[in-house]
């Protein structure tokens, strides 16, 4: 038992955020702030004190960050994070004799009441913040030491004592034997990309310029001027590894394959290799390595996808036959979700014996293309493989290669999706697909950028993926693309896309699903690569707004504003630095809507009579308000306005 055990009064209580009892970390970027809340008290009328004590993992000192009081017994505090990797926190407590002394000195004072043993009192404080304080200090402290001493005059010591000078002195320089600590709480900080980033996907295979003809990975380098001059900075590709040719998948997932059919890409592995090898028709190793050079000197990375699972003829599979799951008859169990069957993929049977030998050799598939460049992972249906798993290899990966980002691809259930982002997952795939209305719009951002949700579960929107032709967007209509884009790059940090099949409004779907028909996944397909129209105008225009406004560059700091319309709808962001951005956005992308905006001139930090400057990103046109209520109007051409504000 620890000496002072016995003497510490202070209860500490209730320290937000945190998660689990600290079993998992908060997340932040470098230069973000935390800010900490916690329930601070101690027996009877003592003046109780707190502070936040903070150092990153290299550090073996704390740092100490001053806590100040809110009321009810709640302080709070924040210390900001400067440095990649894991930070730890904790509160602090005491109960502050000095202050405690000083009050009740002047309340007798200020009573009539002698406090010749008050003065007595005061001469060691006075000898400790002498030992502590600076040099501009001593010479006031020195008189201070005078007035309290026997000879000392008792008018010139109360005058010392209620000084604010004192008072702050007593505040930095407090005498506390007895500290209470609460438990130790972990922050990781990522680079700034985990915030924020801009992602564009398409299939290497698809990327030629004659139809019918295998793209590469050359070609991949040819379309990269295309995807910057639209305002992405992350490419994310589908496996470019070997495919599987047993059992592989026809046109529209059909069973039976032609010769010339290509398969499904996560079909991965074949007589050629498996995950650390470049499909033989996309290249070699070699290209790749250029295309990640050629790729960061537009400022794009290269984002790859990590699919934990094989096809029949993967290596793995005759090397290694206990990583999958053998049925009575002999056979592998390949991949199903009734009536669906993949018997191109077999699944990864996690619960073998052998299974140090296989998390072994997952990680080394990381190592492999983390040392090639790559330092983006979008992680394929993380929540069929064991949570265990993530948490260890993401944090092994980590520890040696901190700028290392993983996207869970999970659309899976709300519980399954916050356990992986508190796991260590970097971003996560969301429902926003599916929200359409104004309710599920703002109730989704509520529910994503409140509580302990915001913490961990860093959202990432797309408004499709190859896996989904949402209802949304099986049609034609240029303007619904236009507002779906819109969306998930302003109302999100991180957004993406799955293009050219979106803004060339590929919309044809498998009759009565939210599947693409002719799928790239199963078929090779030719895109107009030079095709320019209102979505890649949308695209280039609001990508650098993303860029130049630091209020949309972050998700958690939005406010939604009124309008008495449905198919209208406002919100307010701030930036870090201040600035602010008003989106409006007519969702309903088909008819003119109109109503009255509610815009408080001092939710803007103005008074009531003063201007409100307004810039139009999308256009540039300018505008100035009075007052707290705007009318606006939006139509198909004009479906949003995206507002710097001023």
């Not at 996560?428 to 951002?445: A, D, G, M, Q, V």
Request: aromatic share 12%; glycine share 6%; proline share 5%.
């Amino acid at each position: 038992m620890k000496k002072t055990l016995g003497q510490v009064r202070t209860v500490i209580r209730n320290v937000y955020p945190q998660v689990a009892g600290g079993k998992y970390a908060i997340k932040r970027v470098v230069d973000e702030t935390v800010q900490v809340w916690a329930d601070v008290f101690a027996d009877g009328h003592d003046v109780v004190r707190a502070a936040l004590e903070y150092r990153h993992e290299s550090d073996t000192k704390w740092s100490e960050s001053p806590a100040e009081s809110i009321g009810m017994d709640r302080w709070t505090a924040q210390f900001q994070v400067t440095r990649q990797g894991r930070y730890e926190y904790r509160f602090i407590g005491w109960t502050d004799s000095a202050l405690y002394w000083l009050d009740g000195l002047i309340k007798k004072a200020d009573a009539g009441v002698d406090i010749e043993l008050e003065i007595e009192e005061g001469r060691p404080i006075i000898t400790h913040l002498i030992r502590q304080a600076s040099k501009e200090d001593k010479p006031f402290l020195n008189e201070a030491k005078e007035a309290f001493s026997a000879k000392g005059s008792r008018e010139d010591a109360l005058t010392i004592a209620s000084s604010p000078r004192f008072s702050a002195l007593l505040h930095a320089h407090p005498k506390r034997p007895f500290i209470a600590r609460s438990e130790t709480f972990p922050v990781y900080v990522d680079r700034e990309k985990a915030r924020f980033s801009t992602w564009y996907e398409f299939f290497p295979r698809s990327a030629g310029d004659k139809e019918g003809v295998h793209g590469t990975l050359k070609d991949v380098i040819k379309r990269l001027p295309r995807v910057a001059e639209l305002g992405f900075d992350t490419l994310y590709l589908p496996p470019i590894h070997p495919i599987g040719e047993i059992d592989r998948k026809g046109k529209n997932n059909t069973t039976v394959a032609a010769d010339d059919d290509v398969g499904s890409c996560w079909g991965i592995g074949s007589k050629h290799g498996g995950h650390t090898e470049v499909h033989p028709d996309l290249g070699a190793i070699q290209d790749f390595k250029r295309l990640v050079k050629e790729a960061n000197k537009l400022g794009i990375e290269i984002a790859m996808d990590y699919a934990l699972q094989a096809a029949p003829d993967h290596p793995w599979v005759t090397e290694h036959k206990d990583w999958f799951k053998v049925r009575p008859d002999g056979s592998i169990q390949y991949a199903e979700n009734p009536p669906k069957k993949y018997q191109d993929i077999f699944p990864i049977n996690f619960e073998t014996k052998d299974w140090k030998a296989m998390w072994d050799e997952f990680h080394a598939i990381l190592v492999h293309w983390i040392d090639l460049g790559v330092r983006i992972f979008r992680v394929d249906n993380p929540h069929t493989k064991p949570f265990g798993f993530w948490e260890w290899i993401i944090a092994t990966v980590k520890e040696e290669y901190p700028d290392v980002l993983f996207l869970s691809e999970a659309f899976t259930r709300p519980a399954v999706m916050q356990e992986l982002g508190q796991l260590g997952f970097t971003q996560s795939y969301t429902y926003f697909t599916w929200r359409n209305t104004k309710h599920e719009l703002i109730e989704y951002i509520h529910e994503l950028t409140s509580g302990l949700t915001s913490e961990t579960f860093r959202p990432n929107f797309w408004p499709n993926t190859p896996d989904i032709n949402p209802w949304s967007l099986q049609n034609p209509d240029e303007h619904q693309y236009r507002i779906r884009y819109f969306l998930a790059a302003t109302l999100s940090s991180n957004c993406g896309v799955y293009g050219p099949v979106y803004e060339l409004m590929d919309h044809q779907a498998v009759s009565g699903k939210e599947e693409y028909w002719n799928s790239e996944k199963f078929q090779l397909r030719h895109w107009d690569w030079k095709a320019r129209n209102a979505i890649t105008e949308t695209y280039t225009k609001v990508n650098q707004a993303r860029k130049d406004q630091p209020a949309l560059q972050q998700t958690n700091h939005i406010e939604f504003v009124h309008m008495a319309n449905e198919n209208l709808m406002a919100y307010l962001k701030t930036g870090s630095d201040g600035s602010q951005v008003l989106c409006v956005v007519n969702l309903d992308g088909h008819h003119p809507q109109s109503a009255q905006l509610e815009l408080n001139p001092e939710r803007l930090g103005k008074s009531y009579d003063e201007s409100i400057h307004l810039k139009d990103l999308m256009d540039g046109s300018t505008y100035e308000w009075r007052g707290d209520s705007h009318y606006i109007q939006l139509d198909r051409e004009h479906p949003f306005h995206l507002f710097a504000l001023s």
